[in-house]
């Protein structure tokens, strides 16, 4: 069964940063595209980047470039989010999900972590 | 970017009913195209992908269809369980961009 499981989530200071990770198991990690999306309280999803198998190749929306960083560690299973420079509107839920068969689409997404930025 | 542009925002059914929903893609997208449903304090779930593939597990009351740029997502027959919200996704082109979701609701 593929288990996706986020952690890192927490209330910190605009201006500040924080780091996300997802433990994956029951699939093979290194062989997936992975990504992360967005949701604030209320609101849409939002991806936010996704990273190639070999750490080789990432992608981000305008909103983050610069300030996130995506990247993996393979030998652990383990996908991570730096996040820097934080602002309130990166206030949200945090998915964690692997890119499907279909080369761009989310086929399994974590539980989500809570990510607040206010002073 | 590719703005995608779902309607209706809001629908009304009964269980029973077969509802359509449809997404727009400001310029072709060709197939690449995936429906999500979320629940309350949920993560999203694959529905379908590639415009009209089922992901495996979903009930074959979801259909998909569509391509270039007009989608559709059928659900027949509905059950309680389906009144959720849904969202449409596309992969074309980075950045990946969704549509801003159809609430479904009990009537």
């Known amino acids: 069964e593929v288990q996706l499981v986020e952690s890192g989530g927490d209330l910190v200071q605009p201006g500040g940063s924080l780091r996300l990770s997802c433990a994956a198991s029951?699939?093979?990690?290194?062989?997936?595209?992975m990504g992360w999306v967005r949701q604030a309280a209320g609101k849409g999803l939002e991806w936010v980047a996704n990273?190639?198998?070999?750490?080789?190749?990432?992608y981000y929306v305008d909103s983050v470039k610069g300030r996130f960083t995506i990247s993996r560690d393979n030998a652990k299973n383990t996908l991570y989010l730096l996040m820097n420079s934080l602002r309130g509107d990166d206030t949200a839920v945090y998915y964690c999900?692997?890119?499907?068969?279909?080369?761009?689409?989310?086929?399994?997404w974590g539980q989500g972590a809570l990510v607040t930025v206010s002073s | 970017d590719i703005q995608m542009t779902q309607s209706p925002s809001t629908l009304s059914a009964s269980v029973g009913d077969s509802v359509t929903i449809t997404c727009r893609a400001s310029?072709?997208?060709?197939?690449?195209l995936a429906w999500y449903q979320q629940k309350p304090g949920k993560a999203p779930n694959l529905l379908i992908y590639?415009?009209?593939s089922l992901e495996s597990g979903v009930s074959s009351r979801f259909s998909g269809s569509g391509s270039g740029t007009e989608f559709t997502l059928i659900i027949s027959s509905l059950q309680p369980d389906d009144f959720a919200i849904y969202y449409c996704?596309?992969?074309?082109?980075?950045?990946?961009?969704f549509g801003q979701g159809t609430r479904l609701e009990i009537k």
């Open positions: 310029q072709s997208i060709s197939t690449w």
């Open positions: 590639k415009a009209s």
């Open positions: 996704q596309q992969y074309n082109v980075y950045p990946v961009t």
């Open positions: 990273i190639n198998p070999g750490a080789s190749e990432s």
């Open positions: 999900a692997r890119v499907g068969r279909a080369a761009g689409d989310f086929d399994s």
């Open positions: 029951g699939f093979s990690f290194s062989n997936s595209w």
